[in-house]
């Protein structure tokens, strides 16, 4: 069971201009083929809820990030609409500041994944990093996160080399904090855009390096994926980065490449990819959703599962106590690649299966959206949360439902009260539609969890959160 810590209203968005070609794909879902024959209006297709009603994928109009804003130990929040509408938000609900500008675009830039809330400048208090538009152009922007000024700003990098028609139809972007440099805290910038371009930037906008990485060394498969991954593999007190399959050092120099295996070969890309401690006294793994891969820290394949279509997203953590190291749980979105086929949640301890879970793909929810790992239950352990279509499921290390919470899930953060995880829902994207903070009401008897935590410190987790 679960109870509902705090609520948020949360504005709906009832008018996007959206790209021609992000239209059509969204027409061929079915219900909305009118938006294919709406004359176009500035090259840009108008949207609108009360003409259209609802549209399918309309979670990217939306992010939310968590941090601590004010500096008082609780977690508050921003919510984020691209360059069009920031909110600040403590944690019980009051507005700390709110920025909206009418002239921006939804294909501005679209988050695709992170967009972090950092101190980024090293003065004690939080920075948000993100895009706004200054003096009518997009920039990006370090934006002082307790009162919503912008503090600097550059033209948003590598914007002159954005194809004209990219990918998704719009700017599809990540920001990751790392530490490439070598600082006592990360404060670099990893920005990704469209499967295509990175570029690292310092703590001040100034940008080290870019890469295109569609155009790296000959192999089959082409694209990036959605967010990338840094972390010190050698031991040098520099990040290396791991974007899709390919390893670039700080410099932004390849590492390796992985070889065409046949599920990144047929699927063309990895979505989400981490360089993970799986055994805590080995080194790290090379690890991505697409075909399970799991590679050394030197880039030697140890196992995969060729068979998957499409692995949307992974997620790494302490599944089992019987089960050596920590387990990866993969989201094979097989209905993407064949409507009508079921999803599936995966769970893998090494090489070898622990079980697998059947789940039915949420319009509004892909399982790159609404999958998480997190104690729930306070013993330690993380339970495996996926949306289904109308509920949050709560599966135990063995695959078992051991719980359900009302809504859909957008994140799984220990945010109030013990140290169990909570799990954050939207109850729907609509008119009226709510953020919740959901919170386990069954009796903590674990005492290791079962403390109340005084005063919450923003987290890494909290800060490079992404959907992939
Ligand atoms: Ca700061
Ligand atoms: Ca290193
Ligand atoms: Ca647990
Ligand atoms: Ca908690």
Redesign the pocket.
């Known amino acids: 069971m679960s109870k509902v810590a705090f609520s948020y209203d949360i504005p709906f968005i009832e008018q996007v201009d959206i790209t021609p070609n992000w239209a059509k794909w969204l027409g061929e879902m079915g219900n909305i083929r009118e938006l294919q024959n709406e004359p176009m209006v500035a090259c840009m297709v108008p949207w609108s809820y009360k003409k259209h009603g609802l549209l399918p994928w309309m979670q990217f109009f939306y992010d939310w990030r968590f941090a601590d804003l004010t500096g008082d130990g609780k977690i508050d929040f921003i919510l984020s609409c691209g360059t069009f509408r920031q909110i600040a938000h403590k944690q019980d609900g009051t507005i700390l500041w709110r920025y909206e500008d009418p002239s921006a675009k939804f294909s501005d830039v679209r988050w695709d994944s992170n967009v972090p809330i950092v ?9 948000f990093i993100c895009a706004r538009r200054v003096d009518g152009a997009v920039h990006l922007c370090i934006v002082d996160a307790r009162a919503g000024q912008v503090k600097k700003s550059v033209p948003f990098p590598d914007r002159d080399g954005i194809p004209e028609n990219p990918l998704g139809g719009h700017l599809r972007c990540s920001l990751t904090v790392i530490n490439a440099t070598g600082q006592p805290q990360p404060r670099d910038l990893l920005l990704c855009w469209d499967y295509r371009s990175i570029t690292l930037l310092d703590n001040t906008l100034n940008v080290l390096w870019n890469r295109q990485i569609a155009e790296m060394p000959a192999r089959k498969h082409r694209q990036i994926g959605h967010s990338p991954h840094a972390a010190d593999i050698d031991g040098d007190g520099c990040d290396e980065i791991l974007a899709s399959s390919c390893l670039l050092d700080k410099n932004g120099e390849v590492l390796w490449v992985a070889p065409d295996l046949p599920a990144l070969v047929e699927d063309g890309h990895a979505d989400s990819v981490q360089i993970a401690q799986l055994d805590p006294e080995g080194r790290p793994n090379l690890t991505m959703s697409t075909g399970a891969y799991c590679f050394s820290a030197e880039g030697e394949l140890l196992w995969g599962r060729d068979e998957l279509m499409h692995g949307q997203a992974q997620r790494v953590g302490k599944l089992r106590a019987d089960v050596p190291g920590r387990q990866r749980v993969i989201y094979e979105g097989a209905s993407r690649v064949v409507p009508g086929l079921p999803d599936k949640v995966i769970a893998l301890g090494g090489g070898e299966l622990l079980w697998d879970f059947e789940v039915v793909q949420p319009d509004m929810q892909e399982g790159g959206f609404g999958f998480w790992l997190g104690d729930w239950d306070g013993d330690g352990l993380d339970e495996v949360f996926v949306n289904d279509p109308e509920k949050v499921i709560v599966l135990d290390g063995y695959g078992d439902v051991i719980d359900t919470i009302p809504g859909h899930l957008i994140y799984v953060f220990d945010l109030v009260g013990d140290s169990r995880a909570e799990a954050v829902v939207l109850t729907g994207i609509e008119p009226g539609m709510q953020m919740q903070i959901a919170t386990n009401d069954r009796p903590n008897p674990n005492p290791a969890t079962n403390r109340v935590v005084e005063h919450r410190q923003t987290t890494p987790e909290m800060v490079n959160c992404t959907r992939y």
Do not use: M
């Open positions: 101190d980024i400048d090293g003065d004690g208090t939080p920075e």
